[in-house]
C-alpha cells in the first residue's frame, strides 16, 4: 500500500535531486530519506530510482508516480482541510425530517440559532411523519429525524437501536366549534364527545384518536380525515366536528371559529429528536440536536 507520507518524500527527491536536499526540504535527516524511499519501492515492487554516484534520476515508474503524486496530494490536502471545516463546523451538512407541527414550531427556532452560531453549516428539511421518518433516518437517507409516540404506546422499545434526545411533552387537547355546548368548560371528559362527529388527523393520531375514545367506552364516528392541521381546525370550526390536537399543533395555527378545551384523563405525547450513534459524533447533527433541544425549552 502507498503512503501519503511516502509519496511526500519521493516528491521531494525528484524535486531537489538527493536525498540530502530532500531531507533538509522536509526537515528529516538523510537516512530517514533513504529508509522510506526504500518502503515505498518495496511496497510498489519495482525501483523508482537510479543511483549513479552523486546523480540520481528517476525510473519511468517513478516518473510516473511522482506525475500522480501531486494530485493526489493535492485532494488529501484538499479532504484534511475539508474535514477540518466540518469537524469546526465552518461547514457541513444536516439533512433534517420532521412532522408538520414540528415543522412549524420547533424546527425554525433551533434552525435559526444553528445558523447565527454556524453559519457555515447547511441543513436541509423534509416532512413525514413516524414511523416513516424514522425509517428514513434508519435506511440513511436523513441524519436526524424529529418524532413522536404516545405515552403507554405499545411500540415503546421502536428507538432501542438509536440515540434518543427528549425535547418534550406534548399534550392534547379537544378542538370544538365556538359555539359549541362544551366550548366554555374547564375540563371535558372523552365520553362527554361521544356522540359528535369527528375530524382525525395524521395515521398515527387517529390510531391514537381510536384508541383513547374506545378507553372512554365509545368508538368514534370520523367523518373526516386529514393530516392538514389547519384544513382539521377549519373543518371543527365550521361545525362539522369536534378533534383532538396536539398543543405543539394548535401553536402553529389560530384556531379561528374553534376553541380548545383540556381533556380528562390527559393525553400525551414524548416529542424527541432522533439520530444514529455514529451519527451523534458529528459535530454539525450534535449541534442540530442541541438547538433543538433548547429551541424546546431544555438546555
Do not use: N
Request: include cysteine; charged fraction near 20%.
Amino acid at each position: 500500500m502507498i503512503e501519503a507520507r511516502h509519496l511526500r518524500v519521493l516528491r521531494a527527491v525528484a524535486a531537489t535531486g538527493s536525498f540530502s536536499a530532500a531531507g533538509r526540504e522536509l526537515g528529516c535527516t538523510q537516512p530517514a530519506v533513504s529508509q522510506q524511499m526504500k518502503a515505498l519501492e518495496a511496497s510498489v515492487g519495482t525501483p523508482l530510482l537510479i543511483r549513479s554516484g552523486r546523480e540520481m534520476r528517476l525510473t519511468q515508474a517513478g516518473e510516473a508516480l511522482v506525475r500522480h503524486a501531486t494530485s493526489i496530494l493535492s485532494g488529501l490536502t484538499a479532504a484534511e482541510e475539508e474535514v477540518a471545516a466540518i469537524a469546526g463546523l465552518r461547514a457541513g451538512r444536516v439533512r433534517l425530517v420532521s412532522f408538520p407541527s414540528g415543522s412549524s414550531t420547533l424546527v425554525p427556532t433551533a434552525l435559526a440559532a444553528l445558523r447565527a452560531a454556524h453559519p457555515g453549516t447547511r441543513v436541509s428539511l423534509e416532512e413525514a411523519e413516524p414511523p416513516h421518518s424514522v425509517e428514513l433516518l434508519r435506511e440513511g437517507d436523513c441524519d436526524v429525524a424529529l418524532a413522536f409516540r404516545y405515552e403507554g404506546a405499545a411500540s415503546a422499545g421502536e428507538w432501542d437501536d438509536m440515540v434518543v434526545r427528549p425535547l418534550l411533552t406534548d399534550r392534547l387537547v379537544g378542538l370544538v366549534p365556538e359555539g359549541h355546548r362544551l366550548s366554555r368548560a374547564e375540563s371535558v371528559a372523552l365520553g362527554e364527545l361521544a356522540d359528535e362527529p369527528w375530524i382525525a388527523g395524521c395515521p398515527r393520531c387517529r390510531g391514537q384518536l381510536v384508541e383513547a375514545c374506545e378507553s372512554a367506552g365509545f368508538t368514534p364516528r370520523i367523518d373526516f380525515a386529514t393530516d392538514d392541521y389547519p384544513a382539521v381546525v377549519g373543518l371543527v370550526s365550521a361545525g362539522l366536528g369536534v378533534a383532538v390536537l396536539p398543543q405543539l399543533a394548535i401553536e402553529s395555527v389560530r384556531p379561528r371559529g374553534a376553541r380548545t378545551v383540556t381533556l380528562e384523563p390527559a393525553v400525551r405525547r414524548e416529542i424527541v429528536a432522533l439520530t444514529l450513534p455514529d451519527l451523534a459524533q458529528v459535530p454539525a447533527v450534535a449541534a442540530t440536536l442541541d438547538q433543538l433541544a433548547r429551541a424546546a425549552g431544555r438546555t
